[in-house]
């Protein structure tokens, strides 16, 4: 039905109540005459056996068979009557007529008006009637006549049956159905006709209506339903109609729509197609740009590099020579804006580096503490400048013998505790190196850099990491910097497989951390030096990291130690004698080191006559001869290098320091050169070439200079050459030839060639390497560097150096200890006349500086105290007066600091200081005492050459 047309749905609704009224009415109307037809079938024989009954009373009575068969025959005749039969009393047949009865049974015969039996079978129907003697009196003589007498008692005589054929009947019933259905199929073709016309008047227009929809859909909007009937049909198709025009309509708009739209696209498509070329053209003028970027910044780092290399080399060299004090600041000045002119250029290159996807991160195998501690020494000097607490922890469950990128975690440490002394104006920089997770020989370390300094706000912690990006960017700024650091740093992080984070709160400092990912040495145990167990030493430190990071060191070399937080202590400790000390390790703070207090605890220990190391948080010559002078066996400048507490704590306990030495030998295949070595060096810069000479024979080394790689070629070729300088950019040859060139020379295979180079864009070291160079250093180059690149390949270590490092101290007390010749002669680079030059112009100037600096304390000018402070206190740097430089440098970082309550105590030292410095210069032949000390040094000079 679900599929059935509206003509098919008015045909079913408007015959089906017909076909059932029709079949139900018939079914009800047959039935009835069936059933009609029965009865009166029945009442036919049961009057019929009524009326035989009687008749065959006398001859049933009499007993005379003609009489019964005669009657039998005559009802024979009756219509539907097939046979009768007449019984006595005893059931015994006494005339019958007519075929034998269908069946015998009369056991389920009905009982109808008192006597009768009737029985109904398939084809018949049985009435079997009593017969009464209730009429007929018969006396026992015979005579002529009988009469009727009536009898007061029924007698039974007999039976009559009489069977009826029910043949006519259902003939009957037959007839009756037959004309039944004609009437109920010609009502059924009058209702199916009605129907058919009435459905034909809906689903015409219907189809009209659904032929025109389709039409719609097929996209003939200009069809059209026409119906000539009214009502809802009419209401239907002009509604139709209406949506029809309007779609015609809505499709003509459309269409001239779709077109303009088409045009519109077709002129965009054109366009971009245009713009796709100059698109492709400009991204390979952009590639091809890159790529000339890159070459720029390449060459641009050798043309700036190289002039920075004779600027800051010839600079040092330059303030090693006789200047007055005002050369020498401007020296200072030259030296300072070229090492920051050179941090700019190597920001710079490094973030084009980053840029063009160049960065990449080496695998070696290095020692994590040796970073630490070598950043933490180079940066220790400007946090002491501003007052601050460095120091740093590095936990001992901390894999120190890793493989990764040295240099690239020394830039990244370098930049954040660089950028927290920066904005810290008081308190402390701690460094903590922890480790987050350690498996399959590869460790997770976490690097923490907190600071007490300003901190920062959200909003300046969201801009940070952004490329020339700095939280402050207002022209009245207080700090200066590119701002490139943190955004280089944290790509040298990710690089390493790490991230970095920041949380700081305004006011109350920040930290930077950060983790990387490294590999671990099989084996910790790698170059460590041999253990000094058995030891016992006590060690005095107030910082609580500081105390943890050399107790660390100290399990590290199996030394047992005794940790005290204070003087008190530690006095306790040597006082009750319990353990059996070998030496001392005091930690002493600078601000602290002239106070009566630290005096005489310094006092209280060389009572004991134990060997006393300090450390001090001080990088100034003078502080450190002080505490010698105060009864310091050794000391060292704090945050140190674990290689020198160790060195320190071996001579304090009285090892032989040649066992110490064994374990770190000389470069590979090569022995220590009991005599300074040739070096060849070769660069086509002239500035350059004469700074490397310069450099190299003031460290008492032979060297050989030439201007581009085919001199080189030939010098190697005719000399013989221990080690040989190579700048790599030259005209004609070029250093990597020429290297190429050498190696091909008989026996010159494994010459030492070091590159010296100026780019910073390309990875350099890899590519130096592969090409036959055996190490590289980078301009701008400085003695040291040069010094340690000599003794790392030749094994020779030049004697100023070492007589420098080795130069013994004064053994005048602090208290008259007020100038120090060696430290003079040292600052003027060993020349007398310039040490007696400065020393000099500090006496002649000392009487007007301390005359303002007086009345600035008295008016309370804390701005003109503070600048005529630094002003003397940068002129006693060079003169070797200890005891004032000291006391102004900690009355400069006091007015700094802003320490109102410590500033008269400072202020009366300085007076004190500068009187006993007046008085000792007019008592003394100083100029003596210099021409002493240096004549002394050359003498120790010729002993150990000899």
Known sequence: MKNWTIQSRILFLALLPGVIVSVVLGIFFMAERARDLNDLLDQRSLAMAKQLAPTCEYGVMTGNVGILQNIANNMLEEKDVRSVSIYNQDVEILAHSGPKMLTERIGSAELQDNQLQLLRTEGSVR??????????????????????????????????????SNANTQLMRYQHIASSLSVILLALLTCTFVAIRLSRQVSEPMSNIVKAIGDLED??????????????????????????????????????????????????????????????????????????????????????????????????????????ERQADYLDTIRKSSGDLLNIINDILDLSKIDAGKLIIEHTSFNLRDVVEDVLTVLAPEAFNKGLELNHLIYSDVPLQVEGDPLRLKQVLTNLINNAIKFTERGNVSVRASLINQGDNRASIKFEIQDSGIGMTDAQISKIFTAFTQADAS?????????????????????????????????????????????VAETQVTNQPPALSGYQVALLEPSLLNRMNTGALLNQWQVEHHDCENRQQLLELLTNNEHNL??????????????????????????????????????????????????????????????????????????????????????PGTLPLREPPCVLAVDDNSANLKLVVTLLQELGIRVIAASNGRDAIDIVQLQAVDMVFMDIQMPGMNGLEATEQIRMLPGRGSLPIIALTAHAMADEKEALIKAGMNDYQTKPISQEQLSACVERWTGYRSLSQAAVAETPAPSKSQCEWVFDAATALRHANHKVDLAQDMFRMLLDSLHNDMQHIVDAWEEE???????????????????????????????????????????PALMRQLVEDVANLQQWAQSNDWSATLITVAAERADHTLVSNA
């Open 582 to 667: 070998q030496a001392l390790i005091v930690a002493v703070s600078r601000q602290h080191i002239n106070d009566p207090q630290q005096r005489l605890f310094m006092q209280q220990l060389t009572q004991y006559q134990l060997p006393l190391i300090t450390l001090i948080d001080s990088v100034s010559h003078e502080h450190l001869d002080q505490l010698k002078q105060q009864g310091a066996s050794l000391s060292i400048s704090q945050p140190f290098l674990h290689q020198r507490l160790y060195q320190a704590l071996r001579r304090a306990l009285g090892k032989d320091t040649s066992e110490a030495s064994d374990h770190n030998p000389a470069a």
């Open 475 to 519: 022209t009245a700024r207080q700090f200066g910097g590119t701002g490139l650091g943190l955004i280089i740093s944290r790509a040298l992080v990710e690089a390493m497989h790490g991230e970095i984070l920041v949380s700081s709160h305004e006011g109350r400092g920040s930290t930077f951390s950060f983790h990387i990912k490294v590999g």
């Open 127 to 164: 009435v079997r009637a009593p017969i009464f003697a209730q009429n007929l009196v018969i006396p026992d003589q015979l005579s002529d006549q009988f009469y009727a007498e009536e009898s007061r008692q029924i007698k039974l005589l007999g039976w009559a049956e009489l069977e009826l």
């Open 219 to 324: 996209g003939k909007l200009e069809s059209r339903v026409h119906i000539n009937s009214g009502g809802e049909f009419q209401q239907l198709a002009s509604g139709i109609n209406a949506m029809a025009s309007a779609l015609q309509r809505v499709n003509t708009e459309h269409q001239h729509n779709l077109e303009q739209a088409t045009q519109d696209l077709q002129e965009t498509l054109d366009e971009m197609e245009i713009r796709n070329r100059e698109l492709a053209i400009g991204r390979k003028e952009a590639l091809e740009a890159s790529r000339m970027k890159s070459e720029f910044l390449a060459n641009v780092s050798h043309e700036i590099r190289t002039p920075l290399n004779g600027i800051i080399g010839f600079s040092d060299l330059l303030v090693r020579t006789r200047v007055d």
């Open 861 to 903: 000018d804390m701005e003109n105290l503070l600048e005529r402070v630094h002003r003397v206190h940068g002129a006693t740097r060079y003169c070797g007066v200890p005891c004032l430089r000291s006391t102004l440098e900690t009355f400069e970082t006091a007015l700094k600091a802003n320490k109102q309550n410590e500033l």
